[in-house]
């Protein structure tokens, strides 16, 4: 599976922000997808998850009401659609996809998209 995010970008405080992550390879074997972030001297964390076969969602608490994730099966992409953008949601966006063969979890990860917000 591979993974390409595209987006990112600059924008003030209070704007908006589309990412999206397009997949190829052995897209058939995807269980889920999510975005995931990390801020300069920080872990990365969760933003967003989308789980294929439920079709169930979650939100880091920090972005609940402001972003929201959807999925493009036709186009075998997702997106992050990013508004009400604050200076903390400063970091570089990863794009992944997990896919379980029985008892393995395979995890794979996009090179990661900057989305900057100016106060």
């Known amino acids: 599976v591979q993974l390409v995010e595209s987006g990112g970008g600059l924008v003030q405080a209070g704007g908006s922000l589309r990412l999206s992550c397009a997949a190829s390879g052995s897209t058939f074997s995807i269980n889920g997808m999510g975005w995931f972030r990390q801020a300069p001297g920080k872990q990365r964390e969760l933003v967003a998850t989308?789980?294929?076969?439920?079709?169930?969602?979650n939100y880091a608490d920090s972005v609940k009401g402001r972003f929201t994730i959807s999925r493009d099966n036709a186009k075998n992409s997702m997106t992050l659609q990013m508004n009400s953008l604050q200076p903390e949601d400063t970091a570089v966006y990863y794009c992944?996809?997990?896919?379980?063969?029985?008892?393995?979890?395979?995890?794979?990860w996009g090179q990661g998209t900057q989305v900057t917000v100016s106060s």
């Open positions: 989308i789980t294929f076969g439920s079709g169930s969602i």
């Open positions: 992944n996809a997990l896919v379980v063969t029985g008892r393995a979890r395979y995890g794979y």
